[in-house]
């Protein structure tokens, strides 16, 4: 008697294709656990540090080497992943949520994407994390 593989090829194939969390839901998770209360806005003179796409509704922006924001959007910005640079909108040096906006640079243009909430960054709490799992670090 020739055992009965298909339900477990059948079980195998579902398992394959059930979504497993990419690097960037993986990110975001961590950024999200060590980011503060939101606030109204953050002072920005112009430039980043650095900046990290966290798939295409967040990113994370540094204005000093140890102050970080998490940049949640409102609606999902199209290839922020693939972004040769990235800027903001501000008043009078501040960056304000669901006033401003994320500008992500592609050849030839900036597209705008609505800023909705503004988070700090505990970025040595995210640092110490990277460490520990072998990644970077910030």
Same mark, same amino acid.
């Given at each position: 008697?020739?055992?009965?593989?298909?339900?477990?090829?059948?079980? $195998? @194939?579902?398992?394959?294709?059930?979504?497993?969390?990419? +690097?960037?839901?993986?990110?975001?998770?961590?950024?999200?656990? +060590?980011? #503060?209360?939101? @606030?109204?806005?953050?002072?920005?003179? #112009?430039?980043?540090?650095?900046?990290?796409?966290? #798939?295409?509704?967040?990113?994370?922006?540094?204005?000093?080497?140890?102050?970080?924001?998490? $940049?949640? $959007? *409102?609606?999902?910005?199209?290839?922020?992943?693939?972004?040769?640079? @990235? *800027?903001? %909108?501000? +008043? %009078?040096?501040? @960056?304000?949520?669901?006033?401003?906006?994320?500008?992500?640079?592609?050849?030839?243009?900036?597209?705008?994407?609505?800023?909705?909430?503004?988070?700090? $960054?505990?970025?040595?709490?995210?640092? /110490?994390?990277?460490? /520990?799992? #072998? *990644?970077? *670090? %910030?």
């Amino acid at each position: 008697m020739k055992p009965c593989i298909a339900p477990l090829v059948a079980a $195998l @194939v579902c398992s394959a294709c059930a979504s497993s969390p990419t +690097h960037e839901d993986a990110r975001l998770s961590l950024y999200r656990a +060590h980011a #503060g209360a939101p @606030v109204r806005s953050f002072t920005y003179l #112009g430039r980043f540090d650095r900046w990290e796409s966290l #798939g295409d509704t967040a990113l994370a922006v540094w204005t000093r080497p140890r102050e970080g924001w998490l $940049l949640e $959007l *409102g609606t999902p910005c199209l290839n922020l992943d693939y972004a040769i640079a @990235v *800027g903001v %909108t501000s +008043h %009078t040096a501040q @960056v304000s949520a669901r006033i401003d906006d994320v500008l992500v640079e592609q050849p030839g243009q900036n597209i705008p994407c609505r800023i909705e909430e503004i988070r700090p $960054l505990d970025t040595e709490a995210i640092r /110490a994390a990277d460490q /520990a799992s #072998g *990644g970077s *670090g %910030t």
